[in-house]
């Protein structure tokens, strides 16, 4: 999980509450520009273990959204490390408006990809040549999965897991959180309730 400071919470935490359940099988790793304490938005720093820089052999890499975001996608040095850990990395998901940073970055050039329906507006802008869904929990394309805001996070986490683990691993996720797993990535009240559809 990439954290940066004004990282939103539940962007991080959740997908990663997701992922730790499945003991064994995944080794977290928090990175950010510089290891150390880094400040969410809400507040409550995250201690990121490594530099998100050198070779980290990420089979996922995570990218967050939260305020943090908008100064980031007018730093040319985060987007080209940021592209060339997207290269390198076997699966990318973004949560929330982190998807403006893998759009500012190019890597979604082509794709199609969703993000935060509330911050709709200023994430597609970061990336023109996106093919952008409107009503989407989370989507997927090739390696990249990118979600809708917030707690949509969990669920393309969950569904990050069914594809590179099994479904059954993403359901003994869920079950472990007492989570509802919105399996259907069509599912977003949100989209229409932002006025997008």
């Not at 954290?3 to 003991?23: I, N, Y």
């Not at 520009?33 to 052999?57: D, I, K, T, W």
């Not at 990809?113 to 200023?122: E, H, L």
Request: aromatic residues 8%; glycine residues 10%; negative net charge.
């Amino acid at each position: 999980m990439l954290v940066f400071p004004g990282f939103e919470l539940l962007d991080v935490f959740g997908p990663l509450e997701m992922f730790g359940r499945l003991s064994e099988r995944a080794r977290l790793l928090v990175v950010a520009p510089a290891p150390g304490p880094v400040p969410s938005h809400q507040g409550p720093a995250c201690v990121a273990e490594a530099a998100f820089a050198g070779e980290l052999g990420l089979d996922v890499l995570l990218v967050p959204g939260g305020m943090g975001t908008r100064p980031l996608v007018a730093d040319p040095a985060f987007l080209a490390e940021l592209r060339r850990q997207c290269g390198a990395a076997r699966w990318v998901g973004s949560i929330c408006t982190g998807s403006a940073l893998l759009a500012k970055a190019g890597v979604l050039d082509g794709r199609r990809a969703t993000t935060n329906k509330r911050s709709y507006a200023w994430a597609t802008a970061q990336g023109p040549r996106v093919q952008w869904v409107p009503e989407a929990r989370w989507v997927e394309d090739g390696k990249y999965f990118t979600s809708a805001g917030v707690s949509a996070g969990m669920d393309m986490a969950l569904a990050l897991i069914a594809r590179t683990l099994d479904r059954a691993a993403s359901l003994e996720a869920a079950a472990g959180a007492e989570y509802e797993w919105h399996e259907d990535p069509a599912w977003d009240p949100f989209a229409r309730m932002n006025g997008l559809v």
